[in-house]
Each structure stands twice: as C-alpha cells, then as structure tokens.
C-alpha cells in the first residue's frame, strides 16, 4: 500500500511565524504535490515537484515556498505565517509527471489555523 | 471561470435509490477525468477513472460526454457507506497535473 503521512494533523500558529509542513512517501514516487482546501474552492494547488530538487508553481504559490531535497520528502513552508493561510492541507504523491492517467494518493492532511 | 464546477449538494437520498452527479469542465483539450472520493475529515481518494466509452465498477457507472464537456457519475442502490463528497477531477494536459472540483455532498439515509 501506498502510504503518504504527514509530519502533524492539527497545527496553530501565529501571524508572522515560519510554518513548516512535512510530507514523506514511501512508494518511491517521482511527483509530489502540495494542496490546499476551503470550502466551496476545492483542492487548489500550490507547488508540484516532479523531482528532487525541481519545484514548480501551481495556481496559487504566493506566500509559500518548498523544498524537495530528497525523492520521499516534499516540504512546504509558510515564510511568514497570515491568517489568510487557515486551511486544510494536502501532500499527494504519484508515479510521473509525464503521464495524466496516474492516481494521486494524498496524505490525512494537516488542519493549519493561524491566529 | 472555474476549470472543473459541481453541484455541492447535499443530494439526501434513501438506502437503495439511484443517485447521479455531474460535473463540467471548461477546457475542451481536457486530456483525463476522474471521480475522487473524500469522506468526512479524510483525505480524498481514487474511486474511478472515466474513459471516453464509459465505464462501471460494480454499482458505480461514469460517463463522459465531450461535446458538452461534462462527466458523470451514477451510484445505484445507494449503501449508507456511499455517504461522502465526491470530487471531480479533471486534467487539462499530458501532465500529471489536476483540477478539482469543489466537490458534491452525498447523504444516503436509512
């Protein structure tokens, strides 16, 4: 089974600190995703790595950044934490980028409320 | 205009009624479609692939209809278990790259 966890289920924070987000996957997975869900948006994404040390873009990057050093981990961070990033948060993992028909498995995500 | 738009429901229906979802997608070169499926404070899930054909999984059938650009899921005779939100999922190009829906809240009551 694929397993994809992430490092906290339930986070609070400040505005204004640095927030990191752990994801780890253990199925040797090319892409990982980061994602975020609201009410009434969906799944919207933030970054996708689709190797170690590549990141890009996804539709809604401003006032994220990550970090893929190693294949199983993709880590988000918050520079400076604003309460505009309350959210629930979603690492997903897949085979390869270069093919649309593969699954995404996610993580339990991580409810991130900023105060 | 939002890529891929749901209906949020909640569709409440009995045990053993048929329900369908559909879901429009705005991009006509959309290369791939899915049903996820997330119940309550968990995270989504793969329930199916939708091929240009269609195609059924037990009680579950999904249809694709590309002139109108929307994609369909039916669920007969509803469990209690179909209880969830069902996400569609659509990719707008060869890349593992995916557009959700806000999702459809289904009920099914005893």
């Known amino acids: 089974d694929v397993k994809v966890t992430q490092s906290s289920r339930y986070l609070v924070k400040r505005t204004g600190e640095k927030v990191f987000l752990e994801c780890v996957q253990d199925?040797?997975?090319?892409?990982m995703f980061w994602y975020r869900q609201d009410p009434g948006l969906g799944l919207r994404l933030i970054y996708f790595?689709?190797?170690?040390?590549?990141?890009e873009k996804g539709d809604i990057p401003e006032g994220y950044s990550v970090s893929r050093e190693k294949k199983e981990r993709f880590s988000l961070i918050l520079e400076s934490a604003s309460t505009n990033q309350t959210s629930m948060y979603l690492c997903?993992?897949?085979?390869?980028?270069?093919?649309?028909?593969?699954?995404?498995?996610f993580g339990p995500g991580t409810r991130l409320t900023v105060t | 205009r939002k890529e891929v738009e749901q209906d949020p429901g909640p569709f409440n229906v009995p045990e053993g009624a048929t329900v369908a979802f559909n879901c429009t997608y705005s991009?006509?070169?959309?290369?791939?479609f899915f049903w996820y499926r997330q119940d309550c404070r968990k995270e989504p899930k793969l329930l199916m692939s939708?091929?240009?054909s269609g195609n059924e999984d037990g009680r579950f059938t999904a249809q694709l209809n590309r002139a109108s650009q929307y994609i369909s899921l039916l669920i007969r005779d509803s469990k209690l278990s179909d209880s969830a939100t069902y996400l569609c999922?659509?990719?707008?190009?060869?890349?593992?790259?995916?557009?959700f829906g806000s999702g459809t809240k289904l009920n099914v009551k005893p």
């Open positions: 991009n006509s070169a959309s290369q791939s």
């Open positions: 199925m040797d997975h090319e892409n």
């Open positions: 790595s689709y190797d170690v040390k590549m990141k």
């Open positions: 997903a993992s897949s085979l390869s980028f270069w093919v649309s028909t593969y699954e995404q498995y």
């Open positions: 939708v091929y240009s």
């Open positions: 999922v659509v990719n707008p190009s060869n890349f593992n790259k995916f557009y």
